[in-house]
C-alpha cells in the first residue's frame, strides 16, 4: 500500500501542532517559554514518530469485508454487516467511514469502535431506500490508530459494488408469515376463511337422498324439526388484476416513498394472497400507454414475474390515458376479473372526467378503485385553529377532505367500490377489500 496514501492525521496531532505553534509564537514576547516550546516540540516530535512506528511498521493490518444483502426492499430497514479483524498485537482505534449510494445522502456516515489484538468484531447498521434501482457502494474505508491518537493508517476494501433494490419483499414476507399463523386480524385485516379450503358454504338446505351425512346442520335440524344439511360449492380459482396509474398522480411523496410505490408495494403483497387463496394473479401499468402486463396465471414462476414486471416501474408524469385502459381491458382480458386500479382522485371534476371509462370496465368486470387520502390536509383538519389564516386553511382543507368522501359515494352510485386510504395502510385495507368481496362471493 502506497505510504502517503495510507497516511492520515489524526485531529488531536493538527490540535497539538497548534498549540505548539502558539507557544513558539508567545516566547517571541516571553523569551523564557522558548525552551519550553522547543521541548514541547521535540516532544511532539518523538511521540509521532513512536506512533508511526506502532501503525505501520511490520506486516500489522486491519482486515474488513462488507457484508450485503443479495437485494434491498423499498421502503424497509436493510441490514449492512461489516466483519473487521486487527492483527496488531496492541488494542486499536477504528473508524470506518462506509461509501454508501449517493441515494441515502448520508455525507456524514462514520462509525467509531475499539478492537482487542487479534480479535475480530462485527457491526452493523441499516439502510433505508426509498426508490427502487441500482445502489452503488464505493470503497470501504478504515482507518487504524494506536491509543496516541496522533496519525492512523487507511485501508480501503470493497470497492463497487452494487446492489438492486427491489417493491418490498419484506413487507411481501411478513403478510405471509402472519397469513401462515392466522394473526392477520392482529393487523386489522379480516379473516374470513383459511388458506387451502376447496369447499366454501352456500346455504342450509333440506335433506335428500345422497346428500353426505357429514353436512348436517344439526342447529338447524332442531330448530326447524327436520334433517338440515349445509350446501357447500367448489371455490372457483378468479382472476385478480392490480392495475397502477403510472401518471403524475401517483408522484405525491408519503414519508419518504411516492404514493405509486405504495401501490407497487401492495401489488406484490395482494398478489401472494390470492395465490395462495388458489386465484390466479396478475398486473399491468398504464399512463400514457398500458405496459408490464402479466398474463393473471396461477404457477409457481408467477410471483417472480410480477416481482421483476414491478422492480422497473416509474412515473412518466402525464395525465393517465383511462380510454386506453379501457380498450386493452376489452380486448386482452375478457373473462371476468377483480380489476384493483389504484389511482388517486383529489375532485370530483377529476374523477367526472374519467367516469365513463371506468363505468364501462365496470360492466365486464368488478372494479375496485383505490385512492389516497391526503394527509396533509388530514393535519390541517384536526389542527385547532388560532388566526384567521388557519381558519380560512382549515375550511380549504376540510372542503377537499369532504370531496374526497364524496368521490367514494360517486364511485358506489355507479356500482363500483372504492377504498379511501392512508398510504400507510393501503395494504391492509386492500387486503381487507379482496376478502369480503370472496367471502360475499360478489365476483
Not at 46 to 56: G, P, Q, R, T, W
Not at 92 to 109: G, L, S
Not at 165 to 188: A, C, M, V, W
Not at 397 to 418: N, P
Amino acid at each position: 500500500m502506497n505510504f502517503f496514501k495510507a497516511f492520515y492525521i489524526q485531529p488531536r496531532f493538527f490540535y497539538s501542532g497548534l498549540c505548539i505553534i502558539a507557544l513558539f509564537v508567545f516566547s517571541y514576547f516571553v523569551p523564557a517559554l522558548f525552551v519550553v516550546a522547543q521541548l514541547l516540540l521535540m516532544l511532539a516530535l518523538a511521540l509521532v514518530m513512536v506512533d508511526m512506528i506502532m501503525v505501520f511498521s511490520g506486516k500489522a493490518k486491519i482486515s474488513g469485508q462488507r457484508v450485503l444483502p443479495e437485494k434491498f426492499s423499498n421502503g424497509d430497514a436493510n441490514q449492512v454487516e461489516v466483519t473487521l479483524k486487527n492483527f496488531y498485537p496492541f488494542l486499536m482505534d477504528i473508524t470506518v467511514i462506509d461509501e454508501v449510494p449517493v441515494q441515502f445522502q448520508m455525507r456524514d456516515f462514520k462509525i467509531r469502535l475499539s478492537i482487542p489484538p487479534k480479535q475480530e468484531h462485527n457491526l452493523t447498521y441499516q439502510l433505508r431506500p426509498t426508490q427502487r434501482g441500482e445502489y452503488h457502494f464505493g470503497h470501504l474505508n478504515i482507518y487504524a490508530s494506536s491509543k496516541l491518537g496522533l496519525v492512523a493508517k487507511r485501508f480501503t476494501f470493497d470497492a463497487d459494488a452494487m446492489v438492486p433494490t427491489y417493491p418490498s419483499f419484506k413487507q411481501l414476507r411478513k403478510f405471509e408469515l402472519l397469513n401462515i399463523n392466522h394473526n392477520l386480524q392482529d393487523y386489522g385485516v379480516k379473516k374470513i376463511r383459511r388458506i387451502g379450503h376447496t369447499m366454501e358454504f352456500e346455504q342450509i338446505k333440506d335433506y335428500v337422498l345422497g346428500d353426505d351425512l357429514r353436512t348436517i346442520n344439526w342447529k338447524a335440524t332442531a330448530k326447524k324439526n327436520s334433517v338440515m344439511v349445509n350446501q357447500f360449492q367448489d371455490e372457483k380459482s378468479q382472476s385478480i388484476y392490480s392495475i397502477i396509474d403510472t401518471g403524475r398522480v401517483m408522484k405525491m411523496p408519503f414519508d419518504g416513498l411516492s404514493l405509486l410505490d405504495y401501490a407497487i408495494n401492495a401489488t406484490l403483497v395482494i398478489s401472494n394472497i390470492a395465490l395462495k387463496k388458489h386465484d390466479k394473479a396478475g398486473m399491468l401499468t398504464f399512463s400514457k400507454h398500458v405496459e408490464n402486463r402479466v398474463i393473471a396465471q396461477r404457477r409457481s414462476s408467477q410471483m417472480r414475474l410480477i416481482l421483476e414486471s414491478l422492480y422497473n416501474v416509474k412515473t412518466d408524469y402525464f395525465e393517465s390515458d383511462f380510454s386506453r385502459l379501457y380498450a386493452h381491458l376489452k380486448r386482452h382480458i375478457t373473462q371476468r376479473s377483480l380489476i384493483l386500479l389504484y389511482t388517486n382522485f383529489e375532485t370530483l371534476d377529476s374523477l367526472n372526467r374519467q367516469l365513463p371509462y371506468l363505468k364501462a370496465i365496470n360492466k365486464n368486470h368488478l372494479m375496485v378503485v383505490i385512492f389516497f387520502k391526503n394527509t396533509e390536509l388530514n393535519a390541517i383538519v384536526d389542527h385547532k385553529a388560532s388566526t384567521v389564516q388557519q381558519v380560512y386553511d382549515k375550511v380549504i382543507a376540510e372542503k377537499f377532505a369532504f370531496e374526497k368522501r364524496l368521490i367514494g359515494q360517486e364511485l358506489k352510485k355507479y356500482g363500483m367500490y372504492s377504498i379511501l386510504t392512508t398510504p400507510e395502510n393501503l395494504t391492509i385495507d386492500t387486503i381487507n377489500k379482496y376478502l369480503e368481496i370472496k367471502s360475499r362471493g360478489l365476483l
